[in-house]
């Protein structure tokens, strides 16, 4: 694990950027290239181990990137990928081979929860899942061949968390490699690096990237491990585009200050959701009554941007609710400037079995709401219009 020289949000924008008193350009150039010239046949196997070679191998612009992240999650190192699926995907396949196990928690992002039940098995790989705050039986699933414990937290679309400490313990204990989907979380929130898990996930299209234009993953964790995925990256060819890698560090410069004020509207939206007559339940963090609240405000700085909650009815009608809404665009996805909401059952969660979505606690009436930077009392009176849809009474809009 690496020291920090300056907080997260210094790093978010100075990282990566050379503080020498020189003539330089402020901002990264983005070298759009696919490959590197060089003067002479020996300076090109020198080059073929650096980020001047050709841009599948790496390209300076993917560096600067990777030297913040790395950064701000504390880690040695950090890789950018095409996509958060390829991300993680790349990541896995190659940590594991045929024969080996992984133990998962039953509540993660439904693309990997297809990788794991219906890919890997193809390949030799098998997956107990367990549930995400059971550590017992995380436990009493691991084998002697089980290699990869990996989490997510807080979870997609429930927004259970994981103990970090057990789950490092739990690893440690029988030397299994730690990986864990920080999306939600983003490095301003947690960083998980700092409690010991091993390699730190994102779907960077999430907070990362932050304005919704862009697709890319990052996985940040040790050195030794990262330099496995290089390689396996440089052979199944997952990398970014240079210019969509510039558009994600011209994000990351500012999502400190978005990722404040998305913790603090999400937890204004989801108080007055948990006090509307149409609502059942609402699952954030940070409110009052989350399962998991006293280890959430201990282990992240704020509860993120991200809540779903349940509507008193139907699907019919939590459909109903999402059609009805302005300012929150219906749409897949999170963690962008626009308020978004989604049923997880149609977009996230659509490709996996109703049974399992049912152990996840995923119902047809659970709503996932992305809060944007937008003003507050427009969200939760665009919320109160969307449930008065239902044709029932609503209680009043707070404001303020
Ligand atoms: C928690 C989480 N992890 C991973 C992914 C996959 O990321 P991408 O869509 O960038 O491939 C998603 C996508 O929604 C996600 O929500």
Not at 203 to 230: M, N, P
Not at 254 to 270: G, I, K, T, W
Request: hydrophobic residues 40%; contains cysteine; aromatic residues 6%.
């Amino acid at each position: 694990m690496r020291q920090h020289r300056f907080h997260p949000e210094t790093e978010a924008v100075r990282g990566g950027a050379c503080l020498e008193k020189r003539n330089a350009p402020l901002s990264q150039p983005i070298y759009q290239t696919s490959t590197f010239r060089v003067s002479d046949c020996d300076e090109q196997l020198r080059a073929t181990g650096t980020d001047m070679f050709y841009t599948r191998y790496g390209n300076p612009t993917h560096s600067a990137v990777e030297q913040t992240l790395a950064q701000m999650e504390g880690a040695d190192e950090a890789l950018l990928f095409a996509s958060g699926m390829n991300a993680i995907t790349t990541t896995i396949l190659s940590l594991v081979e045929s024969g080996d196990h992984v133990v998962a928690q039953r509540d993660i992002y439904g693309g990997v929860a297809k990788f794991l039940t219906s890919w890997l098995p193809k390949r030799g790989v098998d997956t107990t899942f367990v549930e995400a705050t059971d550590y017992d039986q995380h436990l009493r699933a691991i084998r002697p061949n089980t290699k990869i414990l990996y989490l997510e937290s807080p979870t997609n679309p429930t927004l259970r968390v994981v103990d970090l400490n057990q789950a490092v313990a739990i690893a440690r204990g029988h030397g299994l490699i730690s990986l864990i989907d920080s999306t939600f979380a983003t490095p301003i929130n947690q960083r998980p690096a700092e409690f010991g898990i091993d390699l730190v996930l994102h779907s960077g299209t999430k907070y990362l990237s932050g304005h919704t234009d862009l697709i890319c993953g990052v996985v940040a964790g040790r050195r030794e491990l990262i330099q496995r995925l290089r390689e396996t990256r440089t052979t199944l060819g997952g990398v970014m585009d240079p210019h969509a890698a510039f558009l994600l560090l011209r994000g990351i410069k500012s999502l400190s200050l978005r990722v404040e004020r998305q913790n603090h509207s999400a937890l204004r939206v989801a108080q007055f959701l948990r006090r509307h007559a149409q609502v059942r339940s609402v699952n954030y963090p940070f409110l009052e009554g989350h399962p998991q609240r006293s280890l959430a405000l201990e282990q992240m700085k704020g509860g993120g941007g991200v809540l779903s909650f349940e509507v008193e009815g139907t699907g019919e009608d939590a459909k109903r609710v999402t059609e009805a809404l302005e300012l929150f665009s219906l749409a897949p996805s999170l963690g962008g400037v626009e308020s978004l909401v989604s049923i997880p059952v149609l977009t996230s969660h659509a490709m996996i079995s109703r049974e399992q979505r049912e152990k996840m606690g995923i119902s047809e009436q659970l709503i996932r709401l992305s809060v944007g930077i937008e003003n507050t009392d427009d969200l939760i009176a665009d919320l109160e219009r969307a449930l008065a849809a239902l044709g029932r009474e609503a209680t009043t809009v707070e404001v303020g």
